[in-house]
């Protein structure tokens, strides 16, 4: 069978739209000679389009869309994703009933299935981790299975075709590892010919490695070609921005990739499924930094240009973070449309300073130079002056504006006095230059240095950025555009004299070693808590568990001073961290847990467990005193 | 059975101490001769937590403090929810299994279930909607049905204590209209002789009238008495701040409430099951504007203190939104820890200068008045003056700082510059007073008024914000705390002379129109789009079904200016409003759809289908125009 994948790009929430291409690609697979071809997962409405399935008109129009395609099916075989509705049932939450599902169209009508009498294949294994609600808007089989009082194994049947026994899967059925049944297996058991897996799977690091493995390895366990189709584009939930890289590949039935699309590429692939065609390319991308970075252009190229976005603003400090921001936007606009922002303060050396302005004659942005001191010592005058008398006149108030409210009082005033005002001037956006080890400790200013449209670089840890910064120069541009310097000077905020860059004076972080131990806390699958650290700590095994490469005995004075900093930055991250992401633009996706809607986070303060508080106390022979635990 | 039920609060990821005061309880009860106490559902872990669930230091200190209860229950029976872990199986996303449980403790043993040999019960529905993530975190006992080869149903059994068969659910199980499956009469078909409903459920509006409803009718139809415990205090998932009123009740088996607790109190009450005691109230609070304020009163007091905050800065406008927030927070604190500002600029009337310094005098609070007009003046200033020069020098520009974009620098200047600044001197923090017409269309700006440590009154719609103001004069103070003035003038942003209140002009909304359009959007459980919207209009059942009580055609001059009307907002809604809230502070919920993880939303823009642009054709005659939709 000749079989055509077509990796597009599905815009969320745009069912017309992605149907008008789907049915051209249909026309033109027909006059191709194509005998089957494949769309991805929920090709119609998107996927990650928050709780828009609760509004009927919405999925009352991609279920029209999906009858357009139906129809087209003459000649040819179609398989595309879609919502499917069951206007006699309902979902557990009262509303209408709905799966996410696989439709295959033959002879202009879809074929059903015998089990269900459903005109399509319903996805199984529903994913509820990360970024994914399945569960929330589709109904799971294994619930419909006790509806029609059978077993979940006896609705999992094959498509039958005019060709093939498709075995049609979705997405995380081909995930099963962790799940009590198999789709695959079940479906190699009924004589499936050939799997298809329709997907709609963002972009994290190595994931497609992950993948490649896997299938690979149903392919070859199996005996069966597996085929499958995945979207690109980006889609979003809100805080967390997802790119969708495709990558849709095909293994035959030892396993073996015969061919791949190029990730981000809106391509189609050919196949046949008997003789297979040696010229095809195999294309495994390096999943590293640059991955990561096409992924963040990507992503960054299309959230702009879906809400139309056209100029952007970034203020540049000096530093490494804001000068890889800008390096990356002025890959993406020509350069009026960037616009570099210096706003040095009090603090602000000339190194730094001389820095941003040779960044932006290395990126030929346009360049201004905004100073914040007028305003920082008016906002002084005007909160330190004033006295304050009590309503019953019993005592009157001066406000004190200490050295550390002064430190967030210039960060605000550079992102929302200044930034915000010569963005909207400029007609364009400021962007958000946080890292995601900052994040992680809330090492930043709400409003200041949080403010922005979009965390471009957020999920990056700060040795990446720095790795980004490398390649964007060596790899990219090909010369020294991000200035040696800014590579070389201290990582600093330059609020106070204590962040002194010319005297080798910074951020209080010890890198790459806070990357490490932030790291194990966000991104471990199972979760690394202080406990945890304390724990490996005794064990002599901290450094192979969370990755770091040198002693972390080699970083302390002593284990007083260890634990210290453990906790400092732990009772950071649950506290003022969760207050500050809560209120954080949308990060833009690259890593297996990012900040947002993926790592869901509740306001209960920084906690220890009793086993941390004996675990501390043996380390520095003290009583453990579980006391004083809760912030009430 | 002499049985008595504890409604706590329950402190959310602070299992030791939460297992303290189970223990206190218990002892107490054992002194007072009681056979059997009951905690709410998971009243160890504490239930919305976030991610928290796969941290696995935390879930097992919750099993360690979950033994130290069955210990204690000699001479007693101890019912109570805890999170259960499986270690010998895992959960669909690779982690260790875990259970939303009951547990049942009798001389020092939990008592196991005959069918799953677990010491424990498990929830059998399990919610995925509004702010329930369930399927996230605990395993679905219907897919633990499949693996060991069971029907759901025969996992359901009573537990078999020396007293009762004890019918005991968690929650959701008692709310079983919507699913496939009823624990409730699974139990009942197996002789339970009590239900046992242990909950965590989140007070919304309207909720307990309907909770009497269902469970009153499900003790009569199954002539069973049950018991209904559920816990106090607040709970949050990051963007959304939910309180937790109680309301714990006891049916008697003809479904008559025999008893029940005060809302937010932390009370316990004993009951006679068999004997009923006739001596018992029945508390009914009425849910109105007097409910809502229960519950912000009870949820803004206890965010702050977990939070530890004691100062509290609010910006006063002389409008209804901030005079409001201002009052309630008198209410809490202490007239010195209360700050208010006013922050005049070149569009502030004298009657709402005057309005806000009224108002400080009636609430006796400290206030202060800093003018932003030399800050505004330097912004504009040091946007509009330099000349920025293309890289190549080939052209250079100046910002043009327009009338628009200097509205926004007053609301930003107003927060972000000073309200931050004066919040963290005053040793507090700043309150943000949107309510949730503006938040439903970002009437409100960024890093501006829609700043702040926590969103009070952000899920009342304006005309409720204004029956609050007129509840709180009428019966929280007795007086005119809130000047009749602010309640009569038209509610006005002030930021242009457009927004004149002496002049009778202000915000460009038709309350109580629009609240009830917006609310058919937000709230409807079917979820009303503008496709909907025209339908209603062109039957003439829009006011019916958007719960509206004048005629909307008197509102508009003709069909064309209700439909720009009504897309004006919905792509403010759909589009820059989303945008805002993601980056919005936490909102106390009060409504049964709150924004923030309640409603959960992608960046899709606004978009309409093919159904509304036939409608609007047809009711202005005009050929439908598709085109044009998307926003890319």
């Known amino acids: 069978m000749r079989i055509r994948i077509e990796q597009i790009e599905v815009l969320p929430g745009y069912p017309r739209l992605n149907t008008e291409k789907i049915l051209k690609l249909i026309e033109k697979a027909k006059s191709d000679k194509i005998e089957c071809v494949i769309f991805p997962e929920m090709s119609i409405p998107g996927y990650l389009i928050g709780d828009e399935w609760e509004r009927n008109s919405f999925i009352n129009e991609c279920e029209k869309y999906g009858k357009l ?5 003459t000649e040819i075989i179609v398989i595309f994703g879609n919502i499917a509705i069951d206007r006699n049932k309902i979902n557990e939450d009262g509303r209408v009933r709905k799966y996410n599902a696989l439709f295959t169209a033959e002879n202009g009508s879809f074929i059903k299935s015998k089990k269900t009498g459903y005109p399509y294949t319903i996805k199984t294994l529903m994913p509820n981790y990360r970024e994914f609600d399945d569960n929330r808007h589709f109904f799971d089989p294994r619930k419909l299975a006790y509806e029609l009082d059978l077993k979940i194994d006896e609705l999992i049947t094959p498509i039958e075709t005019e060709h093939f026994k498709i075995g049609g899967i979705l ?5 099963d590892a962790d799940y009590n049944l198999s789709p695959i297996k079940i479906l190699a058991d009924k004589e499936a010919e050939l799997i298809i897996n329709i997907s709609s799977s963002p972009y994290t690091l190595n994931k497609n490695d992950k993948r490649n493995r896997v ?18 584009g980006i889609q979003d939930n809100g805080k967390t921005v997802y790119t969708f ?11 073996k990739i015969i061919g791949s699309i190029e990730p981000f590429k809106e391509e189609s692939l050919t196949v046949d499924i008997k003789k297979v065609d040696k010229n095809i390319r195999a294309i495994i991308p390096e999943d590293n930094i640059e991955m990561q970075y096409n992924a963040i252009q990507y992503g960054t190229k299309k959230f702009m240009s879906r809400y139309g976005l056209k100029k952007i603003v970034v203020g540049v400090s000096g530093g490494i973070d804001s000068a890889v921001v800008a390096a990356l936007y002025s890959l993406i606009l020509p350069p009026e ?8 303060g009090p603090y602000t050396s000339d190194t730094t300073y001389n820095l941003s302005e040779k960044l932006s004659e290395n990126l030929k942005a346009s360049f201004m130079t905004i100073p914040i001191q007028p305003s920082v010592n008016l906002t002084s005058l005007q909160l330190g002056e004033p006295i304050i008398n009590y309503s019953d006149k019993s005592n009157s108030i001066k406000l004190d504006v200490t050295d550390f409210v002064l430190e967030n009082i210039q960060a605000r005033d550079r992102s929302s006095r200044l930034l915000a005002g010569v963005a909207a001037s400029f007609g364009g956006v400021f962007t958000c230059n946080a890292n995601k080890s900052e994040m992680t400790v809330g090492y930043s200013t709400l409003y200041g240095d949080l403010g922005g449209y979009l965390a471009t670089i957020a999920d990056l840890w700060k040795g990446e950025v720095y790795e980004l910064a490398r390649f964007l120069n060596e790899s990219i541009f090909k010369k020294e555009i991000i200035p040696q310097g800014i590579l070389d000077i201290p990582p600093s905020a330059e609020l106070s004299s204590e962040q002194n860059v010319d005297e080798g004076k910074g951020d209080p972080f010890y890198y790459p070693y806070h990357d490490s131990l932030f790291r194990s806390w966000v991104e471990r699958w199972e979760r690394a808590t202080p406990e945890d650290i304390l724990e490996w700590y005794m064990d002599d095994t901290l450094e192979k568990n969370i990755g770091y490469d040198e002693k972390v005995k080699d970083l302390f004075k002593n284990h007083e001073d260890f634990i210290s900093d453990l906790e400092r930055w732990w009772n950071l991250y649950q506290g003022m961290g969760i207050a500050k992401r809560i209120q954080a633009p949308p990060v833009l996706a690259v ?14 303060g920084a906690r220890y467990s009793e086993r941390y508080f004996e675990l501390k106390g043996e380390i520095l022979s003290l009583t453990p005193n579980p006391e004083g635990l809760l912030i009430v």
């Open 69 to 73: 395609i139906e129809k087209s099916s």
């Open 171 to 175: 997405c995380e059925d081909g995930w």
């Open 215 to 232: 299938f690979s390895d149903q392919a070859d366990r199996y005996n069966l070609p597996l085929i499958y189709v995945n979207n690109i």
């Open 245 to 255: 890289d495709g990558y849709s590949s095909v293994y035959n039935n030892s396993g």
């Open 337 to 344: 449309n960037l616009l570099l922002v210096s706003m040095p």
């Open 591 to 604: 890593k297996r847990r990012a900040f947002g809607f993926d790592h869901r986070e509740a306001q209960l």
